[in-house]
């Protein structure tokens, strides 16, 4: 369409969209304008990049057909795979091919782990206790049996009268004793 024709000049030459009369009876003021104006109508709209590309892919076809199957010959069939290789993804889809794949052996491993945590067997008494935790028990231990003492000098002054929760603690000075002498 040309806009050109809608379009006038004053007698110095600017341009300008002369007045029109609106639908109500009013009147549009004269609109001056610069060269290579475009009136809002013919201005194309905004297409996306992503709006393109369909496009041209629609005017392409389905990707991988080529007609009807030759009766003779082996079909020949482009994959998925070949039509996004990693060189055409744009850098979110490979992030997202990446974030997949990774996925994809978390989970192998994951099955893995779990096949052999259902193989381990667990027993009440402690395997091959490494030096240092038996040190450790073992300083618990006497810090007990310490305690205990302490205590059972208190009871045999009469300085304290024991009540239900210190009998509980000597009488498991027996108890307390035999895990020592496991440990040793």
Same mark, same amino acid.
């Given at each position: 369409m040309n806009f050109d024709a809608n379009l006038?000049?004053?007698?110095?030459?600017?341009? =300008?969209?002369?007045a029109t009369q609106r639908a109500d009876g009013s009147w549009r003021p004269v609109k001056y304008v610069k060269e290579g104006y #475009?009136?809002?109508?013919?201005?194309? *709209?905004?297409? +996306? !990049? /992503?709006?393109? =590309? +369909? @496009?041209?892919? !629609? +005017?392409?076809? #389905?990707p991988g057909y080529?007609?009807?199957? !030759?009766?003779? /010959?082996? @079909?020949?069939?482009?994959?998925?795979a070949d039509l996004t290789s990693k060189s055409k993804m744009s850098k979110n889809q490979k992030k997202r091919q990446?974030? !997949? @794949?990774?996925?994809?052996?978390? &989970?192998? &491993?994951?099955?893995?782990?779990?096949?052999?945590? *259902?193989?381990?067997?667990? *027993? +009440? &008494?402690?395997?091959?206790q490494q030096p240092a935790d038996v040190d450790k028990k073992k300083k618990n231990l006497l810090k007990k049996l310490r305690a205990i003492d302490d205590l059972q000098a208190k009871v045999e002054d009469g300085s304290v009268v024991p009540d239900k929760e210190q009998l509980e603690k000597l009488g498991r000075r027996g108890e307390i004793e035999a895990q020592l002498a496991a440990l040793s």
């Open positions: 006038q000049r004053d007698a110095q030459g600017r341009m =300008f969209i002369p #475009v009136p809002q109508d013919e201005v194309d *709209s905004y297409r +996306s !990049k /992503g709006k393109i =590309f +369909s @496009e041209g892919v !629609k +005017s392409v076809g #389905v080529n007609g009807p199957a !030759k009766q003779g /010959g082996a @079909e020949e069939r482009v994959t998925n990446k974030k !997949k @794949e990774k996925k994809n052996t978390d &989970e192998f &491993e994951i099955e893995e782990i779990t096949d052999k945590v *259902s193989d381990i067997k667990v *027993s +009440s &008494e402690p395997a091959n």
